[in-house]
Nanobody, 123 residues
Framework: QVQLVESGGGLVQAGGSLRLSCAASGSIFSINTMGWYRQAPGKQREPVAT???????NYADSVKGRATISRDNAKNTVYLQMNSLKPEDTAVYYC?????????????????WGQGTQVTVSS
């Protein structure tokens, strides 16, 4: 099975920065799309940023210019650098991965989610 380990969340003052990391491990053949979603209390989960295996990136309008997503294929890790943080960035951030995994004698493409890491931005 695939395991995702998230790190980098915490409490930061407005205007500060954080870098979130998500490392995947397990019976991985290849990693396709990786990204970050977030969910604030009382709101739906929304995409923040994604990056494909080809390096194409997408950002939510709310974080454009402040966030940078990147990946290290050798480490099966995706990063989200966030600068100029705002109180409205406060949410639980979830790592998302689309991975081709080994299933015994077979391979399959499955989606995996991290447990979530809390990001709190104070005024």
């Amino acid at each position: 099975q695939v395991q995702l380990v998230e790190s980098g969340g915490g409490l930061v003052q407005a205007g500060g920065s954080l870098r979130l990391s998500c490392a995947a491990s397990g019976s991985i053949f290849s990693i396709n799309t990786m990204g970050w979603y977030r969910q604030a209390p009382g709101k739906q989960r929304e995409p923040v940023a994604t990056v494909t295996s080809g390096g194409n990136t997408n950002y939510a309008d709310s974080v454009k210019g402040r966030a940078t997503i990147s990946r290290d294929n050798a480490k099966n890790t995706v990063y989200l650098q966030m600068n100029s943080l705002k109180p409205e960035d406060t949410a639980v951030y979830y790592c998302f991965t689309e991975i081709t995994v080994m299933r015994g004698l077979y391979r399959s493409r499955d989606d995996y989610w991290g447990q979530g890491t809390q990001v709190t931005v104070s005024s």
